[in-house]
Nanobody
Protein backbone atom coordinates (compact mmCIF):
# COMPACT_ATOMS: atom_id res chain seq x y z
CA UNK A 1 0.00 0.00 0.00
CA UNK A 2 1.04 3.56 -0.69
CA UNK A 3 0.04 6.41 1.60
CA UNK A 4 -0.65 9.65 -0.25
CA UNK A 5 -0.90 13.28 0.89
CA UNK A 6 -1.88 16.05 -1.52
CA UNK A 7 -0.97 19.71 -1.20
CA UNK A 8 -0.88 22.87 -3.27
CA UNK A 9 -4.55 23.59 -3.69
CA UNK A 10 -6.04 27.01 -3.13
CA UNK A 11 -7.98 29.89 -4.60
CA UNK A 12 -6.86 31.29 -7.95
CA UNK A 13 -8.35 33.57 -10.56
CA UNK A 14 -9.36 32.27 -13.95
CA UNK A 15 -6.34 32.10 -16.23
CA UNK A 16 -4.00 31.48 -13.33
CA UNK A 17 -1.87 28.48 -12.43
CA UNK A 18 -1.41 26.07 -9.57
CA UNK A 19 0.90 23.15 -8.99
CA UNK A 20 -0.42 20.28 -6.94
CA UNK A 21 1.90 17.88 -5.20
CA UNK A 22 1.28 14.40 -3.90
CA UNK A 23 3.79 13.01 -1.43
CA UNK A 24 3.87 9.26 -1.12
CA UNK A 25 5.20 6.97 1.53
CA UNK A 26 5.76 3.27 1.11
CA UNK A 27 8.26 1.21 -0.77
CA UNK A 28 6.05 0.61 -3.77
CA UNK A 29 5.75 4.22 -4.99
CA UNK A 30 8.45 3.94 -7.63
CA UNK A 31 6.73 0.84 -9.04
CA UNK A 32 3.26 2.41 -9.04
CA UNK A 33 1.50 4.29 -11.77
CA UNK A 34 0.00 7.49 -10.42
CA UNK A 35 -3.07 9.46 -11.31
CA UNK A 36 -4.98 12.62 -10.50
CA UNK A 37 -8.75 12.71 -10.26
CA UNK A 38 -11.14 15.46 -9.29
CA UNK A 39 -14.61 15.74 -7.85
CA UNK A 40 -16.80 18.80 -8.09
CA UNK A 41 -19.83 19.26 -5.80
CA UNK A 42 -22.69 17.04 -6.90
CA UNK A 43 -20.62 15.28 -9.55
CA UNK A 44 -18.83 11.99 -9.92
CA UNK A 45 -15.10 11.75 -9.35
CA UNK A 46 -13.46 12.01 -12.75
CA UNK A 47 -10.10 11.21 -14.25
CA UNK A 48 -7.72 14.08 -14.93
CA UNK A 49 -4.25 12.67 -15.67
CA UNK A 50 -2.05 9.64 -15.11
CA UNK A 51 1.62 8.73 -15.41
CA UNK A 52 3.42 5.42 -15.61
CA UNK A 53 5.83 4.27 -12.89
CA UNK A 54 8.86 5.41 -14.87
CA UNK A 55 7.27 8.60 -16.16
CA UNK A 56 7.56 7.61 -19.80
CA UNK A 57 3.83 7.39 -20.48
CA UNK A 58 1.08 9.83 -19.62
CA UNK A 59 -2.67 10.05 -20.13
CA UNK A 60 -4.93 13.10 -19.95
CA UNK A 61 -8.62 13.77 -19.92
CA UNK A 62 -9.73 15.91 -22.84
CA UNK A 63 -10.47 18.73 -20.40
CA UNK A 64 -6.84 18.68 -19.23
CA UNK A 65 -4.99 18.32 -22.51
CA UNK A 66 -2.85 21.31 -23.35
CA UNK A 67 -3.36 22.92 -19.94
CA UNK A 68 -2.29 20.36 -17.31
CA UNK A 69 0.95 18.44 -17.03
CA UNK A 70 1.54 15.44 -14.79
CA UNK A 71 5.07 14.55 -13.73
CA UNK A 72 6.82 12.60 -11.01
CA UNK A 73 10.09 12.52 -9.11
CA UNK A 74 10.69 9.02 -7.83
CA UNK A 75 13.70 10.17 -5.83
CA UNK A 76 11.37 12.43 -3.85
CA UNK A 77 8.39 10.04 -3.85
CA UNK A 78 6.28 12.83 -5.28
CA UNK A 79 3.92 13.28 -8.20
CA UNK A 80 2.89 16.69 -9.48
CA UNK A 81 0.06 18.23 -11.46
CA UNK A 82 0.90 21.55 -13.06
CA UNK A 83 -2.33 23.32 -13.96
CA UNK A 84 -2.26 26.34 -16.25
CA UNK A 85 -4.98 28.49 -17.81
CA UNK A 86 -7.37 27.48 -15.06
CA UNK A 87 -11.09 27.87 -15.58
CA UNK A 88 -13.97 28.10 -13.09
CA UNK A 89 -15.08 24.64 -14.22
CA UNK A 90 -11.79 23.25 -12.89
CA UNK A 91 -13.04 23.95 -9.37
CA UNK A 92 -13.05 20.65 -7.47
CA UNK A 93 -11.33 18.58 -4.85
CA UNK A 94 -8.30 17.00 -6.49
CA UNK A 95 -7.14 13.54 -5.45
CA UNK A 96 -4.02 11.61 -6.26
CA UNK A 97 -4.11 7.86 -6.47
CA UNK A 98 -1.85 4.89 -7.12
CA UNK A 99 -2.35 1.95 -9.43
CA UNK A 100 -0.43 -1.10 -10.57
CA UNK A 101 -0.31 0.13 -14.17
CA UNK A 102 -1.20 3.36 -15.93
CA UNK A 103 -4.94 3.72 -16.31
CA UNK A 104 -7.73 6.22 -16.75
CA UNK A 105 -10.24 4.07 -14.84
CA UNK A 106 -11.04 5.01 -11.28
CA UNK A 107 -11.50 1.44 -10.07
CA UNK A 108 -7.94 0.54 -11.15
CA UNK A 109 -6.55 2.85 -8.47
CA UNK A 110 -6.32 1.24 -5.05
CA UNK A 111 -4.71 3.90 -2.86
CA UNK A 112 -6.08 7.43 -2.53
CA UNK A 113 -5.14 10.62 -0.79
CA UNK A 114 -7.53 12.84 1.16
CA UNK A 115 -7.72 15.48 -1.54
CA UNK A 116 -6.90 19.16 -1.89
CA UNK A 117 -9.40 21.86 -2.79
CA UNK A 118 -8.89 23.92 -5.93
CA UNK A 119 -11.17 26.90 -6.43
CA UNK A 120 -11.03 29.01 -9.58
CA UNK A 121 -12.83 32.34 -9.46
CA UNK A 122 -14.19 34.04 -12.56
Amino acid sequence: QVQLVESGGGLVQAGGSLRLSCAASGRTFSRSAMGWFRQAPGKEREFVAAISWGGGSTRYADSAKGRFTISRDNAKNTVYLQMNSLKPEDTAVYYCAAAATISTIRSDFGSWGQGTQVTVSS
